[in-house]
């Protein structure tokens, strides 16, 4: 299984794969230009770039791809910047200029270059904003019209193409017909990020449909632990109990699945310290652990749904015991009211 920590890591795991990469770009490229290209040779270059900067760059990624026969290079990365990064069309003309140079390494006799086209998957808090090639970074604004468009007219452009995902809303993405794989994972990287497990739990349960899709699909238990993996990294300790969103999913065979699953990660999780405070061995801790988790979890999920709690409610939870816990967050998933949750023990 592909546990994964950072949302490069999950772009790279999901979208370095040649068919999830196809999609993506058959999503983005001009359709004369989709219909142009020959997907079977789609292939990816690991390793070609190789100085120390881009190697910082764990979600960069090279595919080279036949176009009516003539090669291409697409180089795919992922911004997750919440801010604008004004320097990023200058930053990718020293991409393609280093790819540029490493075919000409590789193919000695070459009398041209292959066409390469640069695309950046955007997600963050506020879409995109910056400029978009690097002819807009250049001041020739205090200069005399002829002679700022002369000088215009020397600088490369290098203009790179944008799927900007948090310009997005769900519909809109769906509108792409991406498979579950890349579907789910881009839901992922955008509407899920910096949310709480109680947060993110009602957007999953409406999500259990795809989830019970992409179990179906060839790639999809590894990529459904590479994603809950991610989201686990994300949030803090004190909400690492995912069974919240287990009592979301009603699909019995989802759930089972995403059980064995989260079961893993949480196991991975306590070898490397995601609990920190327990006391291996002490099986009495580590059960007052999971209990105070479940009773955080519950918590937080019914101020996200209902609001603020009134002030006799949380010794209420407090005082139940684990069946009582079970029962509550699996009414709170669906409940219609506050009063629901509790109306009957």
Known sequence: ??????????????????EQMAELLRSLLPPE????????????????????????????????????????????IIEH?????????LQLLRYRVR????????NPGARSLPPVITVVVHHGDAPWAGPRNVRDLVDVANLAP???KFLRSQQPDAPFLLWDLAAMSEAELEQHRLSIVSDLSLRFLQFLRKRSVAEAAA???????????????????????????????????????????????????????????????????????FAKGREAGREVGREEGREEGRVQTLLQFLRAR????PADLEPR?????????????????????????????
Do not use: C, N
């Open 146 to 148: 002829a002679v700022a």
């Open 203 to 273: 957007t999953i349960a409406r999500w259990q449909g795809a989830l019970q899709l992409l179990l179906g699909h060839p790639r999809g238990q590894d990529v459904m632990v590479a994603l809950f993996s991610w989201f686990l990294a994300g949030v803090p300790p004190a909400d690492r109990s995912l069974r919240t969103v287990l009592v979301s999913i009603h699909d019995a065979k989802t759930r089972q699945a995403m059980k064995s699953m989260l079961d893993y990660l949480l196991e991975r999780g306590e070898k490397r310290g």
């Open 81 to 89: 910047k919440s801010g604008e990064d004004r320097w990023t069309p």
């Open 1 to 18: 299984m592909h546990t994964i920590r950072s949302h490069d890591a999950l772009f790279r795991f999901v979208f370095g794969h040649p």
């Open 317 to 345: 939870v407090r005082a139940g015991d684990v069946d009582q816990l079970s029962r509550w967050t699996e009414r709170a998933a669906t409940a219609s009211s506050l009063q629901a949750v509790f109306e009957h023990g």
């Open 33 to 76: 230009v989709t219909a142009a290209t020959d997907w079977s040779t789609l292939q990816r270059l690991d390793g070609y770039f190789l100085d120390a900067d881009l190697k910082k760059r764990h979600a960069d990624l090279l595919f080279l791809v036949q176009m009516h026969g003539v090669p291409t290079l697409l180089h795919v």
């Open 306 to 309: 209902f609001g603020e709690l």
């Open 99 to 106: 790819a540029w140079d490493e075919w000409l390494l590789a």
